[in-house]
């Protein structure tokens, strides 16, 4: 009904006694009450950028969700699916002011460039440290900002070694442990012409070679950036020594030239084909290193990766997670959605149906996961080891310094010593120091 019929309705009315008007009166109480209660039961519209293909992935958790909370309609906006471009679409929406999205989907190294920018809403009151233990240490770490939590982890990620446990079993080779016995063990493989080459990485400039560097720095004893103090480390012997060994690698034969244009899928043929005994990769590596059309499959294995004798392994902490914008006006029906999506249920529905690492500890033993990927309970090992890149505002500068100079250093630019002074006089500049 109108509000014209109805006021012609009432216009009749009142042309026709009291009790009519009386009738009248409580008809449009009712009319208009059902209205309104048709209204306020609308469900609440929870918006969330992410990459079309994840999109498409999270599909069936979306279903779940509004199936579980029929008030609210968890709305995923397609993104493109480089993930430098959806994060240029969140910043650019939170420069413009009044975002259109009440969750951020994010990769762990916007976290602090986000917080700092006063973006996102701190988490720390809405969940336990109970709770909080059962997530990859790495993980939570990941989401954290000087003393806030910004980022509740959904999937994880970390680099590892992948190597051909066929060729070192038939050679008599323990998996290698230092980046020694990796050095012995390629050139053994190569001169017996079991294999063409020993070591292939990400070499290229650009984010994949700092997350790389990050797991040889640890393995060195070396550091990046102190987010604590600002001490940049770049220039210490440690550091040097690491940029040296990959250097060597190339200068010895055990790495090809080309693999300084290297990104992560050049790597993954390039070992999948069987042309290189050990891989540093990620672990979407697997299942297709794993594929039935695949020359290896049945005949790699993974481990933490090589380190010098006296230093701990690292594996380069990466993974998604969902943040709450600061302006969303529905932020309990948004933790809502953090709590469903970031849930052991709905972690393990993801991981069966997509391959993806889980971010709770417990699902890398969950009986059905191991029954689907095997390799996962050593995959947990290597995520154990995991280190941060350096959790500060001007990550991306950093990076970006980080990455120029190693390229320079790995295509005699730069001797790795002068690159690395430039590369740390660069970064204390950043920083202000």
Avoid at 88 to 114: A, R
Avoid at 224 to 241: F, M, R
Avoid at 284 to 292: G, K, M, P, R, S
Wanted: with cysteine; net charge negative.
């Amino acid at each position: 009904m109108t509000v014209r019929s109805l006021s012609r309705f009432w216009n009749f009315l009142q042309s026709n006694g009291g009790f009519y008007i009386a009738v009248a009166s409580i008809a449009l109480v009712l009319v208009l009450g059902i209205h309104n209660l048709a209204f306020s039961q609308q469900p609440v519209r929870i918006s969330v950028l992410m990459q079309a293909l994840e999109a498409a992935q999270w599909q069936p958790l979306v279903e779940e969700f509004e199936k579980q909370n029929p008030d609210i309609d968890l709305h995923i906006v397609e993104g493109p699916n480089a993930t430098n471009l959806v994060e240029d679409l969140y910043t650019s929406s939170f420069l413009l002011g009044d975002s259109p999205y009440d969750l951020v989907y994010m990769d762990i190294v916007w976290t602090p460039k986000f917080a700092a920018a006063g973006w996102l809403t701190d988490l720390s009151d809405r969940i336990s440290d109970e709770e909080l233990s059962k997530f990859l240490e790495g993980d939570v770490n990941g989401g954290r900002y000087n003393d806030g939590l910004y980022r509740i982890p959904f999937r994880s990620d970390a680099g590892m070694l992948y190597y051909r446990s066929d060729l070192l079993e038939a050679a008599g080779f323990e998996p290698p442990e230092t980046v020694e016995d990796l050095t012995r063990i390629s050139q053994a493989l190569m001169e017996n012409g079991d294999v063409e080459w020993g070591y292939v990485w990400q070499g290229k400039q650009y984010e994949g070679l700092a997350a790389m560097f990050v797991e040889l720095l640890e393995g060195f004893g070396g550091f990046w950036i102190d987010p604590e103090t600002q001490a940049v480390g770049l220039d210490s012997p440690e550091t040097i020594a690491a940029v040296e060994f990959l250097k060597n690698t190339l200068e010895n034969g055990i790495s090809p030239p080309g693999v300084t244009t290297y990104q992560e899928e050049e790597a993954r043929r390039f070992f999948q084909n069987g042309k290189a005994a050990f891989m540093r990769n990620w672990p979407y590596v697997w299942t297709l290193a794993n594929a039935e059309d695949s020359p290896v499959a049945g005949k790699i294995a993974i481990k933490p990766m090589v380190h010098q004798p006296e230093y701990d392994s690292g594996a380069c902490q990466g993974g998604w997670g969902l943040g709450m914008v600061n302006t969303t006006k529905h932020p309990e029906e948004a933790w809502r959605v953090i709590e469903f999506i970031t849930s052991k249920a709905a972690q393990k529905q993801f991981v069966l149906e997509t391959g993806y690492v889980p971010s709770r500890r417990s699902l890398f033993t969950d009986p059905d996961i191991v029954a689907k990927y095997s390799h996962y309970p050593q995959l947990l090992e290597v995520q154990e080891n995991s280190v941060l890149r350096p959790p500060i505002a001007q990550y991306a500068q950093a990076s970006d310094i980080l990455q120029r100079y190693l390229s320079a250093a790995l295509t005699d630019r730069l001797s790795p010593e002068r690159a690395m002074q430039r590369a740390a006089e660069e970064t204390r500049r950043l920083l202000g120091r």
